[in-house]
């Protein structure tokens, strides 16, 4: 009896013992099904976090003034931008007031970067006067300012000069051997002048023009400012005033006349750019120098044409002029 109840005891032991190492294998499978579940979350959290650090980097924001000429350098800006970093850009379109509005923007972060021409930020952001200074001494003293005073600089200068001009019918051109302004003045007074009223009234339109060339014209008109080439390709004028990069004078008819009295101040180009941009986009600064002597007045004037003539995208123009450069692919 004595013998049952202990070979009784020593299977239940053994029973106990059984059921006890059951118990931990299973603990200790449910211990590694855990530490494989957190390693798992682990990985998990640490790709969403740098796709989060991804996303966290905001779109570079490019403004524009309110001309077809802004627009499609504003597309190239981007277009480089998104082709050669792995950075967005976003675009404003034709800010009202232009540099008035815009520079504000500027310091107040809402923008990064934009196209401005050089006198344009000499005169109305810096308050100078543009006579005296030679071009390069503006850019150098207008990348010196912007740093002190904005914390901005000026990157590049892409080559056009977009700036007040003569400009005359191509028939006239041809017929008197026209290259310089200066060579209206060898004309006898046959021909007829055109100009919107602002430019003949101004104190630096068209008497000073007059006045710095010793020209005299037959006759003068109040032209619309959107009417002036028309006036032209009818024969009503022979001359007008108007801007070098004008999308008129990209087309055939007429031509620009040379400034070789140096009367008109220059509108270079460039990008005007946030420094806190530069440092928070690493390698935005050589992006923004492959602009950097890309365009002539002619190229420029020729760009506008196809914009506002000929009725072709601004983007698709900017594309297609950029990889004629071998800017992009």
Known sequence: MKNKMRSGRWIGWIMIMVLFGISAMGCASRQTAGTETATSDAGTEKAENAEAAVQDVKAIQIATKPMTEQYILGEMLKLLIETDTDYTAEITKGIGGGTSNIQPAMEKGEFDLYPEYTSSGWVMVLGHEAAGVS???????????????????????????????????????????????????????????????????????????????????????????????????????????????????????????????????????????????????????????????????????????????????????????????????
């Open 135 to 329: 071009d390069e001494e503006m850019f150098a003293k207008l990348k010196e300012e912007y740093q002190q005073k904005f914390d901005m600089t000026w990157v590049g200068l892409y080559g056009f000069n977009n700036t007040f001009a003569v400009v005359a019918r191509k028939d006239i051109v041809d017929q008197y051997n026209l290259k310089t302004t200066s060579d209206l003045a060898a004309i006898p007074d046959t021909l007829v002048f055109g100009g919107n009223p602002d430019y003949i009234e101004r104190e630096d339109g068209f008497g000073l023009l007059c006045d710095t060339y010793g020209i005299k014209f037959k006759d003068v008109k109040d032209i619309d400012i959107g009417l002036k080439y028309e006036a032209m390709a009818s024969g009503d004028i022979d001359v007008t005033n108007g801007y070098t990069t004008d999308a008129q004078i990209g087309g055939e008819g007429v031509a620009v006349l040379e400034d070789d009295q140096h009367l008109q101040a220059n509108y270079f180009c460039s990008t005007v750019v946030r420094k806190e941009a530069l440092e928070n986009y690493p390698g935005l600064e050589d992006v923004l120098m492959k602009m950097d002597g890309i365009l002539s007045d002619q190229d420029m004037a020729g760009l506008n044409y196809q914009v506002e003539v000929e009725g072709k995208d601004e983007a698709e123009v900017a594309k297609e002029y950029l990889t004629s450069k071998g800017l992009v692919k």
